[in-house]
């Protein structure tokens, strides 16, 4: 199972947490590492603390923004340590391995996302999730090292993948498919006034998260944009003005 999970850092501060990073993946059987911008992977920092995971260090790639390094994913996790509005459903490490057992195949790559080491990810970034995950921790002090938190849900994907067993063929919509129909969305309902011009994403990111609940495979989101493109047709003389 792990050799089709994914970890993505954004925009890493300390080559030496990249390092750890990748010690703690080869430690538990994960090979794949991505990394969007952030600090020289190749500092002498970073290669002191990868140790034998050099390997990882110099396979990985490297990306612009979140949503080209996961755009081949299908399944995604956001990791947070804060609760919000528009931070639901946070699931612990176990949970995220226990999910990902079930539903992870051949044809199936996820991807497990970390933030930076001071302020972590943006809402906009764990918008582009489809789960969001929290390590829970003492309430006097609950930030942890970035690298620490990859090792811990690398440690729960280990013991899960123990005792994987093959499921049904899950064949989920991709990242870039799903951000396909939400820009579509997004257009939309725009042009129908349906979005509040002043803050459109709070509507978009609640249409994330039935989309998101829903599992939509691919021949689904061609529905519902076929349903949207015939909606931009029926409204094309739409003055923008709601009638009574």
């Not at 639901?88 to 996820?110: F, G, K, M, N, Y």
């Not at 013991?159 to 396909?180: C, D, L, N, T, W």
């Not at 709070?202 to 989309?211: G, K």
Request: proline residues 3%; aromatic residues 6%.
């Amino acid at each position: 199972m792990n050799k089709d999970i994914l970890i993505i850092l954004v925009e890493p501060q300390s080559p030496g947490n990249i390092g750890m990073a990748c010690r703690a993946m080869k430690n538990m059987g994960l090979t794949q590492l991505r990394i969007v911008k952030g600090c020289d992977r190749f500092d002498s920092e970073a290669l002191k603390f990868a140790v034998a995971a050099r390997d990882l260090l110099e396979s990985a790639q490297v990306f612009p923004d979140l949503a080209s390094a996961m755009a081949d994913c299908t399944l995604t996790v956001g990791t947070t340590r804060r609760h919000g509005k528009y931070r639901q459903e946070i699931l612990s490490p176990s949970e995220v391995a226990a999910h990902l057992r079930e539903q992870v195949t051949s044809d199936c790559r996820a991807a497990i996302v970390f933030g930076r080491e001071d302020s972590g990810l943006t809402t906009e970034e764990l918008s582009l999730c489809r789960w969001h995950a929290t390590i829970p921790t003492s309430n006097e002090y609950g930030s942890l090292n970035l690298a620490q938190s990859v090792l811990l849900f690398c440690y729960e994907l280990g013991k899960a993948s123990e005792s994987v067993s093959v499921g049904r063929p899950f064949e989920m919509a991709k990242s870039e498919e799903m951000e396909a129909l939400f820009s579509h969305f997004h257009a939309s309902l725009n042009k129908i006034g349906f979005l509040n011009e002043q803050n459109p994403e709070h509507m978009m990111r609640s249409l994330r998260r039935i989309f998101f609940r829903a599992n939509l495979d691919s021949r689904e989101v061609t529905v519902l944009r076929g349903m949207l493109t015939q909606i931009d047709w029926a409204s094309s003389a739409f003055d923008g003005r709601k009638r009574s």
